[in-house]
């Protein structure tokens, strides 16, 4: 998916369809600009070590991903604005479902705090990935 967010000490949250799924890790950039225009990052040799938890009943649409100081969603397609949109429903739904927060309120306040970052533009699909600041879950 090309996001920089999936970094060290970044959870995800996969979606997986079928029991006994394999894992595939694509490549590892030292780094990489919003959108990856040219069509590649700095790419690098890495040594990268996974946990795994199952979470039995949990529905997810698209990827999900938290870090020290975000909720992230990362979505996949074409044109840029299914993306972009996908992205936005997926994280106003975490919000709402895990957080309680109704999801109009929940569209405003990622109108006004969100950040959202575009992952590639180069792929048969992009990547869009909105972020909610953690600072304002509910205590």
Do not use: S
Not at 12 to 28: E, I, K, S
Request: glycine share 8%.
């Amino acid at each position: 998916m090309d996001c920089v967010e999936t970094a060290a000490g970044t959870t995800m949250y996969l979606l997986v369809f079928v029991r006994g799924a394999n894992l595939f890790m694509g490549d590892v950039h030292a780094a990489q600009g919003d959108g990856e225009l040219c069509g590649g990052g700095l790419d690098i040799t890495a040594e990268v070590t996974l946990e795994f938890d199952r979470i039995p009943a949990k529905r997810i649409e698209w990827l999900r991903l938290k870090n020290e100081e975000y909720l992230m969603v990362a979505a996949r397609a074409r044109p840029l604005m299914d993306a972009f949109r996908l992205a936005q429903v997926e994280l106003i739904r975490w919000l709402e479902q895990d957080y309680g927060y109704d999801p109009l309120n929940a569209l405003h306040l990622i109108t006004q705090v969100g950040i959202t970052r575009v992952g590639n533009v180069v792929d048969p699909q992009f990547t869009v990935v909105p972020k909610f600041p953690k600072r304002y879950l509910p205590g």
